[in-house]
């Protein structure tokens, strides 16, 4: 995890709902621009405690060999991170294989950020789920007329994720191979004094990963109070309800959770919340 990043001075003018409040962003680093950058063009001062980081998963994996040698039998192609992309079109790259060998498949993006990454590398998607969880993607399929039953379908993921994806798949008849790209790492120790985090106005979570290891990185223990006491005066705010549910598993109130189940989208909720409360 690393320092507080500041919004700078406001704009006259400017709508700032979040001037003179701290707002923690616990995804990886990788991934935190696209939620801290929109937090403070909201005036909000971040702090970025990241508690995982992704780890891809070796090229010269046997198993990840095979999947590209036969890349071409599959017909339906499911990305569901932004960081299942780059990964697995890294592997392409590496072996100096073009995005059109991916041509023979449909490709889906699990939403908007997962189709960006997916064109940023030059790759086509044809199916984008509006809701960026598991059950949108399912719905956008249907949609758009795939009909699972026999095809061969890749999905390249982290290698903890749910499986509400591949069982709903096979339970439609389609041979689904779920290809781990990635592990989900957790931290090392708290970037920052926990008393910072503690004391911050919003806390954010984009993943039941980021929720798991956060809890797991705030020390319990004698003479301390229970972590939900100790963070009663922040918010804490879900990406969906996926995330939603992991918090609330793990005892931790949701305050804010995003209609758009994307990093925009969790930034105008958290911007909703605090004119709310303004």
């Known amino acids: 995890m690393t320092a507080a990043r500041s919004a700078g001075p406001p704009s006259r003018g400017r709508d700032l709902p979040l001037a003179g409040k701290t ?9 935190a621009a696209s939620l801290a950058d929109p937090l403070a063009a909201l005036g909000a001062d971040i702090i970025l405690a990241p508690t995982i980081r992704i780890v891809p998963r070796a090229l010269d994996d046997e198993v990840v060999r095979i999947v590209l040698n036969e890349l071409p039998e599959y017909g339906l192609i499911l990305f569901t ?12 790259a590496e072996l100096g294989l073009p995005v059109t060998a991916m041509a023979g498949a449909r490709v889906a993006a699990i939403g908007p950020a997962t189709r960006a990454a ?16 598991a059950e949108g993607l ?5 949609r ?9 379908v890749l999905l390249p993921r982290a290698r903890e994720a749910r499986e509400v994806l591949p069982d709903t798949l096979r339970a ?8 781990p790209v990635y592990d989900t ?3 090392a120790s708290p970037p920052v004094p926990t008393a910072r985090i503690e004391a911050a106005a919003y806390i954010t979570f984009t ?15 004698r003479g301390r109070r229970p972590l939900a006491e100790r963070l009663a005066g922040a918010r804490l705010c879900s990406i969906g309800p996926a995330t939603s549910e992991v918090l609330r598993e793990l005892g931790l109130p949701v305050a804010v959770e995003a209609a758009e189940h994307s990093a925009a989208g969790l930034a105008a909720a958290i911007a909703a919340d605090a004119r709310d409360a303004g």
Do not use: K, N
């Open 144 to 152: 758009s007329g795939v009909a699972p039953a026999g095809m061969r």
């Open 81 to 92: 991170s932004a960081s299942s992309v780059d990964v697995f079109l890294g592997y392409l």
């Open 207 to 221: 993943s039941g990963s980021t929720a798991r290891q956060f809890v797991a990185l705030m020390p319990e223990g």
């Open 185 to 187: 790492v957790a931290a």
């Open 138 to 142: 399912l719905d956008a399929l249907a």
């Open 23 to 31: 707002v923690v962003v616990t995804r990886p680093a990788q991934q």
């Open 172 to 179: 439609q008849g389609a041979r689904v191979d779920v290809l």
């Open 118 to 133: 997916l064109e940023a590398h030059g790759a086509a998607c044809d199916v984008v789920a509006d809701d960026a969880i």
